[in-house]
């Protein structure tokens, strides 16, 4: 049974930093992309970063690019999402995703089959 679980949520003020780790199991881990999706109260989900299998490439929403980065370590079967200047509007569910491809670093949702079960970052201002 594949199996992904965000660590490292919480509470920061305003410019502060945070730094999100998935711990994935039951799957070949370097043959997936993984990407980092978050979901605000009363908004769709939306793309965050992502990584290709490798850790060769990766991608980012425009609203977090510069700030957030997206790093892995396949020998750990591990991905993370680093978040400095964080703002209000950073506060979400992140979720982390496994995406069966080894191709690029994808961005469409509809591209990741697992899912994890979310964790809560709240940004105050």
């Known amino acids: 049974q594949v199996q992904l679980v965000e660590y490292g949520g919480g509470l920061v003020q305003a410019g502060g930093s945070l730094r999100l780790s998935c711990a994935a199991s039951?799957?070949?881990?370097?043959?997936?992309?993984m990407g980092w999706f978050r979901q605000a109260p009363g908004k769709e989900r939306e793309f965050v970063a992502s990584?290709?299998?490798?850790?060769?490439?990766?991608s980012y929403a425009d609203s977090v690019k510069g700030r957030f980065t997206i790093s892995r370590d396949n020998a750990k079967n591990a991905v993370y999402l680093q978040m400095n200047s964080l703002k209000a509007e950073d506060t979400a569910v992140y979720y982390c995703?496994?995406?069966?491809?080894?191709?690029?670093?994808?961005?469409?949702?509809?591209?990741?089959?697992?899912w994890g079960q979310g964790i809560q970052v709240t940004v105050s201002s």
């Open positions: 995703a496994a995406a069966p491809s080894r191709v690029g670093a994808l961005t469409s949702s509809r591209l990741y089959v697992y």
């Open positions: 039951g799957l070949t881990f370097s043959s997936y992309a």
């Open positions: 990584i290709s299998w490798s850790g060769a490439s990766t």
